[in-house]
């Protein structure tokens, strides 16, 4: 594997890290609208959605965490992956 597909691939996963932590982030702040929304009205039906989005969001993260092994985040996430990439010969 050459550096230049050690640091692709860093770059891509670290990238399909960041994407989950956006979701997760987004995740949060919406249900937390919703919930207050939901109880505002007296009713509990926030519960609905954010068990669907949250079976979204677990299998996003497994998909990301699991599957690909795996100044700011972004570039601790890309260093993190390049370090990993570089001690082992297939990353697949």
Known sequence: ?????????ARRR???KMGW???????IAVNLL????SLASG???AVFPALGWGLGLAIHGF???????????????VAAERN???LQRDPW
């Open 84 to 86: 990993r990439l570089a």
């Open 63 to 77: 998909v990301v965490f699991m599957v690909t092994g795996g100044g700011g985040l972004h570039e601790r996430l």
């Open 34 to 37: 919703l919930a207050v929304l």
């Open 43 to 45: 009713k509990v039906w």
């Open 14 to 16: 670290a990238g399909a």
């Open 1 to 9: 594997m050459t550096h230049e597909d050690v640091e692709t691939l």
């Open 21 to 27: 932590y956006i979701h997760a982030t987004v995740y």
